[in-house]
C-alpha cells in the first residue's frame, strides 16, 4: 500500500517536531525542512503528494516559494500554515497557489481533515472502495454493487449510504442528517430523513441483501448494523480513520517533546519577573504573562505536575489584578517563577499501562484552548475506547457540531481570548442535543459556576487540574447508559394520545410501563404496581399533577419515589410551584424521546445507587 508522503516546512523547531509526530501518528510519511530554498529543490523531486508550507519561513517566504512552485508546474496540493487570518492574507495565499490554509494555532482534526480533502482531490488515495459485507460504495465512480450487481439510487440515497458507511459506530439523529447532507438552509423536515431511509432499504432489498444494514436506535435515531462477515476495511478508509497505535515508547517520546515546550512558555514569566523588578511591567507583557500562566496551570496538571499547575494557578491570580502589586507579592511573584523552574527539572511522567480499549470507539469532542493538555488526552485516547476530536475555540467547536454530533463533550468554560463564556456554547448544545452528554472541565469552582453548569444539564463537573486518568473517568461515566433491568414506569395523563406516545418511546427501553388517564384512580394504581419512577401531566381535570405529587410527599413510604412532571410552562414562578410540590425534574411538550428516555433512565439508576 502507497504511503501518502508530506514535504513539511516549517522553521519554528519546536512546532515542526511536534506536528511531524503528529503526522506520522496519523501514518503519514514526513521530510521537514526549515527553510524555503531547500524545501523548493525537495519539492520538485516529485517525491511529495503534498507540501505543508508555512508562511513566514527563511530564504524563501512562504508565498513566494508557493508562487515559484506554480510557475514552474508544479501541481501537487500546497497546504499554507499561517497565524494571519486577515481576508487580504487569505486571498495573497490562494493567488500565490495555495490550495487551502490552516490558521495557527492549527487544530489536530482539522488539519487532518483539510489534509484529507486535498488528497483525495488530488487523487493521492488509490482507493476508494468502502465496503460492508458483499455491499460494495466506490466514491470516485459513484457506483454501488452488491454481489457485482449495480443498485441504482438517488442522490441522495447514495449520500445517506456513504454517510454510514463512513462512519460505522456512529449513531446518527435525524436533525444531524439533515444537517450533514443538506445544510440548514435548504433541509426537507425531519420526516423526508425516514423516507429515504425506507427508500435505501427497500433497494438493498430488491438486490439480494438479506441483512438490513441500517438499525433503528428507538428515539434516538439511525446507525450502521455490524456486517454480517468481518467488513473488508477500504485501503483510503485505512488511511483516514484509523487512529494511532503507537507502542508505550513512542507514547513517551512524544510526550516529552511536549513537555519540554512547558520551558519555552516559562519564558515569558520570566521577562514578566525581571520587568517587575525593575519596575516598569507594561500592560501587554502582564496580560501575556497571565496568559501563559493559564496555559501552565491546565498543562501542568495534565503530565502529572500536580504541584506546578498550583503555583502556575497562584501566578495567573497575582496577574489578574487590575493595581500595581506590593512590594510582598512581588516577592511572591518571584519564588511562585522558580519554584515552577524546579518543577520542570523532575523527569517527565512516563505513560504506564492504561486500560484494554472497549470494542467501541466513542468521538469525543473536547473543546479546550490548552495545546498540551489535548495533545494528551488526543494520544492516550485510543486506549480507553475513544476518538478524540479538538476544538481549541468557541467558534471551531460550533464549526464541528454543524457537520457532527460527537457521543460526548469535554468543555471549558475560560478562553482568555475572548470575551465569550463557555456557559454560552453550553445553552446552545444543551438547547439542541439534550441528550448530549457534557462534562465542563474548569479552573472555575464558584458555587454560582456548579449552578449554572448544573442547570444548563450537564454531567459532569470536573475541576482543573485534573489527571488525563481522571479526566478519560469522567468521561466514561457520562458515556455508559444506565442499565435498567425490570423497572416501572407509571404515567398519568388524561390524554389517551400522549399515553400511547409516551408509552411507546419507553417501552422499548426494557420498561414496563402502566398508563393511567383517570387521576382519581392514581392512589390505587400507585399502591398496585410500585412504579419505580411517576410522570404526571401537570393540567388534568378534578385532579391536577401538582395536587398528585403532593400527596405522594406526604406519604412516608413514597418519599423518594422519582417524579417527573410534563408541562407546556417553562417559566420560573411555575418551575418553582413544581419543585415545591415535590418534583424532581420537568419535561416540556412537545416532548422529546431522547429527553424523555435520559431523565427516566437517570432517575431510575440515581434512585437504585442510593439504596445499594
Excluded at 523531486?45 to 507540501?51: A, N, P, V, W
Excluded at 466513542?362 to 486506549?383: C, G, K, N, S
Excluded at 449552578?451 to 487540574?465: C, D, E, Y
Excluded at 410540590?581 to 431523565?599: H, M, Q, Y
Aim: some cysteine.
Amino acid at each position: 500500500m502507497h504511503r501518502t508522503k508530506i514535504l513539511l516546512i516549517e522553521d519554528d523547531l519546536l512546532l515542526s517536531q511536534v506536528l511531524a509526530e503528529f503526522l506520522s501518528a496519523n501514518h503519514y510519511n514526513i521530510d521537514l525542512v526549515n527553510n524555503g530554498q531547500t524545501g523548493l529543490e525537495l519539492a520538485m523531486s516529485g517525491e511529495y503528494d503534498l507540501i505543508l508550507l508555512d508562511w513566514h519561513i527563511p530564504q524563501v517566504d512562504g508565498i513566494s516559494l508557493c508562487r515559484q512552485l506554480r510557475s514552474l508546474g508544479y501541481s501537487k496540493p500546497i497546504l499554507l500554515l499561517t497565524a494571519n487570518n486577515s481576508n487580504a492574507d487569505i486571498v495573497a495565499g490562494f493567488d500565490a497557489g495555495a490550495d487551502d490554509y490552516v490558521i495557527k494555532p492549527w487544530e489536530p482534526e482539522a488539519l487532518l481533515a483539510r489534509i484529507r480533502s486535498l488528497l483525495r482531490r488530488s487523487g493521492a488515495f488509490s482507493s476508494s472502495k468502502l465496503t460492508w459485507g458483499h455491499l460494495c460504495l466506490d466514491q470516485i465512480s459513484g457506483k454501488v454493487t452488491y454481489n457485482t450487481q449495480v443498485i441504482s439510487l438517488t442522490v441522495t440515497e447514495h449520500k445517506l449510504l456513504e454517510l454510514f458507511l463512513l462512519n460505522p459506530n456512529r449513531i446518527f439523529s435525524r436533525r444531524v442528517i439533515l444537517d450533514r447532507l443538506w445544510g440548514f438552509d435548504d433541509a426537507p423536515i425531519e420526516n423526508a430523513v425516514t423516507t429515504h431511509i425506507k427508500d435505501l432499504r427497500k433497494k438493498l432489498k430488491a438486490a439480494g441483501m438479506m441483512e438490513d444494514i441500517l438499525e433503528t436506535v428507538y428515539g434516538i435515531g439511525y446507525r450502521l448494523q455490524s456486517p454480517p462477515t468481518p467488513a473488508s476495511i477500504a485501503e483510503h478508509q485505512d488511511s483516514e480513520k484509523q487512529s494511532p497505535t503507537q507502542d508505550l515508547t513512542a507514547i513517551n517520546r512524544v510526550l516529552e517533546r511536549l513537555i519540554n515546550s512547558l520551558s519555552h512558555r516559562m519564558v515569558v514569566l520570566e521577562e514578566a519577573k525581571t520587568a517587575l523588578l525593575k519596575g516598569n511591567l507594561h500592560q501587554d507583557l502582564q496580560q501575556q504573562a497571565k496568559h501563559e500562566a493559564h496555559k501552565l496551570a491546565g498543562s501542568m496538571g495534565s503530565v502529572g505536575y500536580s504541584h506546578g499547575s498550583q503555583l502556575a494557578r497562584t501566578l495567573e491570580n497575582l496577574l489578574s489584578s487590575d493595581r500595581i502589586l506590593t512590594d510582598d507579592e512581588i516577592t511572591q511573584f518571584c519564588q511562585l517563577v522558580k519554584a515552577l523552574q524546579q518543577e520542570l527539572t523532575k523527569p517527565p511522567m512516563p505513560a504506564i499501562a492504561l486500560p484494554t480499549p472497549p470494542r467501541q470507539t466513542h468521538v469525543v469532542l473536547v473543546i479546550d484552548d490548552d495545546t498540551l493538555l489535548t495533545e494528551r488526552l488526543w494520544i492516550e485516547a485510543q486506549a480507553w475506547g475513544m476518538q478524540i476530536k479538538i476544538a481549541g475555540n468557541l467558534t471551531t467547536a460550533r464549526s464541528l457540531l454543524v457537520f457532527e454530533t460527537p457521543d460526548a463533550v469535554l468543555l471549558d468554560l475560560s478562553f482568555p481570548d475572548t470575551e465569550e463564556d463557555g456557559l454560552t456554547l453550553l445553552r446552545e448544545m444543551a438547547a439542541k442535543s439534550p441528550n448530549l452528554p457534557i462534562v465542563v472541565f474548569t479552573a472555575r469552582d464558584s458555587l454560582a459556576d456548579r449552578l449554572a453548569v448544573s442547570r444548563l444539564g450537564a454531567r459532569q463537573f470536573l475541576h482543573k487540574p485534573a489527571t488525563t486518568e481522571q479526566i478519560f473517568q469522567a468521561i466514561a461515566r457520562v458515556l455508559t447508559q444506565p442499565k435498567i433491568t425490570e423497572a416501572k414506569v407509571l404515567i398519568v395523563d388524561d390524554d389517551l394520545v400522549m399515553l400511547a406516545t409516551l408509552a411507546a418511546l419507553l417501552t422499548p427501553w426494557g420498561l414496563e410501563v402502566t398508563t393511567l388517564n383517570e387521576p382519581q384512580h392514581f392512589w390505587q394504581v400507585l399502591i398496585t404496581t410500585s412504579p419505580d419512577i411517576v410522570v404526571l401531566d401537570v393540567e388534568m381535570p378534578e385532579i391536577s399533577g401538582l395536587e398528585l405529587c403532593q400527596i405522594v410527599r406526604q406519604d412516608a413510604k413514597w418519599g423518594d419515589l422519582p417524579i417527573l412532571v410534563v408541562t407546556v410552562h417553562t417559566e420560573a414562578e411555575f418551575l418553582q410551584q413544581a419543585f415545591a410540590a415535590g418534583a424532581d425534574d420537568f419535561i416540556t411538550k412537545p416532548v422529546l424521546g431522547p429527553e424523555l428516555v435520559t431523565r427516566v433512565l437517570s432517575r431510575i439508576e440515581r434512585l437504585r445507587s442510593l439504596r445499594r
